[in-house]
């Protein structure tokens, strides 16, 4: 309709269809000289007219079906590619948790840890992996800190924490080698989403009853390199992931 604007994500991809359709054109048109072609054998091949491939070829096939550019492929044995690239809100979840991992890296060194990143506990399976391994060799101890932006299966993610602890302590061993052994705990760090915060207060005996170490010590001996708390803990991350902060535990 007369006066109507045109949206701008329709000038956009018009403007990248022209430029995307000129570079393929030329393209196709190298390939099938290549094959010392003639435009009318290509066509042919198509079922399309000599002048349509033509204006293909000269950049003008913006207007041209998906089919065809698909069936240009075939013909010529060259395979085309038609796909988005990847979704920034896809994205969300890997950068916030990367953004935790960060953190506790950076948190981590004044107290005198040297932290790793998706430390593989079974080198023949590389998807098992600690999130964060923080070592302190002079007080020889060594902490898995696992981080979590979203929670899809809690009993999985509490048994997939207990494997790693012992292929922990079983990299501890021989870390330590004739030395005394080394020390091994837990953490859990959190961010502190609406959601994260329902599902632990609905399943409230359960945290405790897996978390029982002090939060706030926790914290402490991430940052300072204090005495770490025997039993494994629980931590929040704020949502920037710019710090941790204790839980409070429940009255109830």
């Known amino acids: 309709m007369p006066g109507l604007k045109r949206p701008r994500a329709r000038i956009i991809g018009a403007q990248r269809a022209l430029a995307s359709t000129a570079t393929q054109g030329e393209r196709v048109a190298a390939a099938r000289r290549r094959r010392t072609w003639t435009q009318a054998r290509l066509a042919a091949e198509l079922g399309i007219s000599r002048a349509r491939l033509a204006d293909l070829e000269s950049g003008r096939g913006a207007s041209v079906p998906l089919e065809v550019w698909f ?131 609905r399943y409230g005996q359960i945290f405790e009853a897996r978390f029982p170490g002090s939060s706030q010590g926790w914290i402490e001996a991430i940052k300072t390199g204090a005495r770490m708390p025997s039993q494994p803990g629980l931590v929040w991350c704020d949502v920037t992931a710019a710090r941790l902060f204790a839980r409070r535990r429940s009255r109830g």
């Open 71 to 201: 069936a240009l492929g075939e013909a010529l044995g060259i395979y085309l590619r038609f796909e988005f690239g990847r979704d920034p809100q896809n994205e969300l979840r890997d950068a916030g948790h990367l953004a935790m991992q960060e953190l506790v890296l950076r948190m981590s060194k004044p107290g005198g840890w040297s932290g790793g990143f998706e430390l593989a506990t079974r080198q023949a399976d590389q998807s098992r992996s600690i999130d964060v391994p923080i070592l302190d060799r002079r007080r020889r101890r060594m902490v898995i800190v696992e981080c979590w932006n979203t929670f899809g299966d809690l009993g999985g993610a509490a048994r997939s924490s207990d494997r790693k602890k012992v292929e922990a302590q079983e990299l501890a061993v021989a870390i330590a080698g004739d030395g005394d052994p080394f020390e091994v705990g837990l953490v859990w760090v959190i961010r502190d989403t609406k959601a994260n915060r329902a599902l632990i207060a």
